[in-house]
């Protein structure tokens, strides 16, 4: 899970938990089949042993740097969505993380190419009200629909004004930031 229950706020509750799609690992996992093919073939056709141990070593390596790390890293990315923030957590040994508080979201939208359209997968671009770049997650399953639900839940914190001013719950500005009736934002 990307957020427990203790790194949450009061009030704070999960709406989606997302992983990337396995899309991410086509290429590690076409990689892992040429490998074990060529340790294979080096076994039956070089009679060498020597020679077999070092393909087999060279492909043990490749396996570790190709394979085994590109699925470490796709463990641990994940993406979740709660009431009040959107946040990316990843890393194998160092953990990093970006949360996004829904009221800073100016434009989510996404991105698929030819490939994403066959594994039902695509990049959700997210714009927020900040000098950072955007947060972007990719390989997203069913990201069509992720963007609808994030926009259901921007949509539904919208108190229908324009001023500007007080965007969707936006915490007061300060600690003694004036309350403006309903009526008047």
């Known amino acids: 899970m990307g957020l427990s229950e203790k790194h949450l706020t009061d009030g704070e509750h999960v709406v989606m938990e997302l992983k990337e799609h396995a899309k991410a690992l086509f290429w590690p996992i ?4 040429v490998l074990v093919v060529a340790v294979a073939a080096a076994v039956v056709l070089v ?3 020597v020679v077999r141990w070092v393909v087999a070593g060279i492909a043990a390596l490749a396996a570790i740097v190709w394979v085994f790390v590109p699925w470490l890293r796709w463990r641990t990315t994940e993406y979740t969505v709660t009431n009040k923030r959107i946040s990316m957590r990843s890393g194998i040994i160092t953990r990093t993380g970006r949360d996004i508080p829904l009221y800073r979201i100016n434009d ?16 959700l671009v997210i714009s927020d009200a900040s000098e950072k770049p955007g947060l972007v997650l990719h390989d997203v399953p069913d990201v069509e629909n992720v963007q609808v639900h994030l926009h259901d839940l921007l949509f539904s914190a919208d108190d229908g004004s324009d001023d500007g001013e007080w965007p969707p719950r936006e915490p007061p500005r300060g600690r003694h930031a004036p ?3 309903r009526a008047e934002r």
Do not use: S, W
């Open 108 to 123: 989510v939208n996404y991105e698929k190419g030819p490939i994403d359209r066959v594994f039902g997968c695509g990049t």
């Open 47 to 49: 009679p060498d042993a």
């Open 30 to 33: 076409a990689l892992l089949v």
């Open 179 to 181: 309350r403006i009736p």
